[in-house]
Every structure is written in C-alpha cells, then in structure tokens.
C-alpha cells in the first residue's frame, strides 16, 4: 500500500493540473487572407469543435484536436462562399471538417510565459500534411485563449487549381476560446 501512495498522489495532482477545454465559436475567430488578383481577400470559418487537453505544469502532456465546419466559409460575397464550398475548392460536403491536430507542444525560447510552439497535421480536402507554428495562451476566467498564426499553400493540399490571378499562399490567423468541458 505504501508504494502505491506516490502513484496515487500524482494521479490526483496531475488530474487537478490537467483541463479539457471544448473550443467555442463565441469568442474565436478563424479567419484567412489569399490575394486574388493583387487584393488581399479574407474570410472566416466557424463550426468550432473539438477538444483540448491543456496542462498547465506538463506542456508535453497537451493536446489540440480542433475542427472547423467546410460549409460556414463567409468571405462576405455569397456568390465567391459558393464556390469555395463547391468541389473546386473545399468541396464541402464530401470533406466537411478542417481539422488540426497535434503531435507535440513544447514551450517556445521567449522568457515570458504563455508562448508555445505547436507541432501537428492539418487536414483539409481530403489531404493531410504536417504543420507547425508558435503561438500564445492566455487565461480568461475559466476558459483559456489560443492565439496563433502560419501559412499554409492551397496547392498542397488540392484546394484549386494553379492561377496567375489567385495566390497560392494562404494566411491563416487562429484565436480559439476554450471553455472548460
């Protein structure tokens, strides 16, 4: 029994450390920047759902698996969000979740706390392929803010077709809230 005592303390220590945290569309923005004929366009993406594992004493215990809804592109232009949604480019309705997940979280170089750096596979069309970039947390009451940004190229993952008017890089800029689950 005296062995097992230690076990036990840290399983209870780590489960009052450890959160699981539901993404949610209030507060959250996912938004993406491509330039069309030299403008740069945006739109957002809603549809948040998920989870996140988020560990405040072990950040290589921490988990992101975070999905965003094909269907909700909204570039504020009905006739362009169509056509995004059509099988050209996210072909919605056959591949209806964005998903990013991760294989690893580490702390970044920066003495400050909260900045991360995040390691995993985005899927999109259909395609998956590794991703990696920095980004921040910050606590808000009982949720927490996961702020971050990187760039990904359509063409890798079969989203359009080669163009001298549409880029082929996509900004993308993730602010995600959390809530507690």
Not at 54 to 72: E, I
Request: net charge neutral.
């Amino acid at each position: 029994m005296k062995r097992l005592l230690p076990f036990f303390f840290a399983f209870i220590t780590s489960s009052i450390v450890a959160q699981k945290y539901t993404p949610t569309d209030e507060g959250s923005k996912v938004h993406f920047i491509i330039r069309n004929f030299g403008i740069k366009t945006g739109g957002q993406l809603t549809g948040l759902k998920g989870e996140i594992l988020f560990f405040t004493t072990d950040v290589t215990a921490c988990h992101f698996n975070v999905s965003v809804d094909a269907s909700t592109v909204d570039t504020d232009n009905g006739s362009r969000d169509g056509h995004l949604k059509g099988s050209e480019y996210f072909d919605a309705e056959k591949f209806p979740e964005i998903t990013i997940t991760s294989t690893r979280i580490d702390k970044t170089n920066k003495t400050e706390e909260g900045f991360y750096y995040f390691t995993g596979n985005l899927s999109l069309h259909g395609i998956t392929k590794p991703i990696s970039f920095p980004f921040r947390v910050e606590k808000e009451n009982d949720a927490y803010l996961f702020t971050g940004e990187f760039q990904i190229n359509r063409l890798d993952f079969g989203v359009g077709s080669s163009s001298t008017v549409l880029s082929n890089t996509v900004n993308v800029s993730l602010s995600v809230l959390a809530k507690k689950s």
